[in-house]
């Protein structure tokens, strides 16, 4: 899959032809709910993909319809999908279709308008996170505050393994994740130049979770 590592270490950006031409469906703002969740979900599928690329694998003993053979499969116990609640749940979707086993720790923040600081209001992993690489999917990478919040929780629950997936990414929200998170590696399909005064990605797609589900306000 087509990837570039960007300036900023830790990061890499899909640049998959296919994740491009899903991404501008995204940013065009007549792009309809329905189909924004559907690009979504793609996008995820592909982020997911080159974010599992170095899963460890065991060799189990099945029988073809022609002959025995050691074959390989996930490693046990299986990743777990974290989505931050609620724009995170389209990309959730797409990381279940490819693991449809994994289980799902969701994560409830919203961004407080004034200070733009993250505030945690559900948290529910499994008792074995510390065992499980555990995928983290927020599709907007902004100024970094909840991605940070979710990091901290998770790490406090145990987790160890952590992978953070996001559609768009702005460039304090890297370098903030990064400083506080150096252990936690970050997949996106784009890097956008900046923040606006709100704290929106510029020229980024808008408000995922009110694009997704239908929510606008204006
Ligand atoms: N959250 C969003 O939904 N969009 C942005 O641009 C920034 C944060």
Not at 89 to 95: N, Q
Not at 195 to 202: E, F, K, M, P, Q
Not at 211 to 217: D, E, I, Q
Request: net charge negative; charged share 20%; glycine share 8%.
């Amino acid at each position: 899959m087509a990837q570039s590592h960007a300036s900023i270490a830790g990061l890499t950006i899909v640049d998959h032809p296919l994740v491009q031409h899903r991404l501008t469906r995204l940013r065009d703002r007549t792009t309809p709910p329905e189909r924004f969740r559907a690009e979504l979900r793609a996008v995820s599928q592909l982020l997911g993909t080159a974010a599992m690329a170095d899963l460890s694998l065991a060799s189990v003993r099945i029988e073809t319809p022609v002959a025995p053979m050691e074959a390989p499969v996930l490693s046990s116990p299986g990743p777990v999908v974290v989505p931050i609640l609620r724009a995170g749940l389209a990309m959730a979707e797409g990381l279940l279709d490819l693991l449809p086993e994994a289980s799902v720790a969701h994560v409830g923040l919203y961004r407080d308008p004034g200070t733009l600081e993250a505030v945690e209001y559900y948290f529910n992993p499994p008792a074995d996170l510390g065992r499980r690489p555990v995928l983290l999917a927020d599709p907007m990478l902004a100024t970094g505050h909840s991605a940070i919040a979710a990091l901290d929780r998770l790490k406090a629950a145990g987790a160890r393994d952590l992978r953070f997936l996001c559609l768009l990414a702005a460039r304090p929200g890297v370098e903030a994740v990064r400083q506080a998170h150096p252990d936690v590696a970050i997949w996106t399909a784009a890097l956008d130049p900046e923040l606006n005064a709100h704290g929106y990605i510029v020229p980024g797609l808008g408000d995922a979770g009110d694009r997704a589900f239908g929510t606008l306000h204006t």
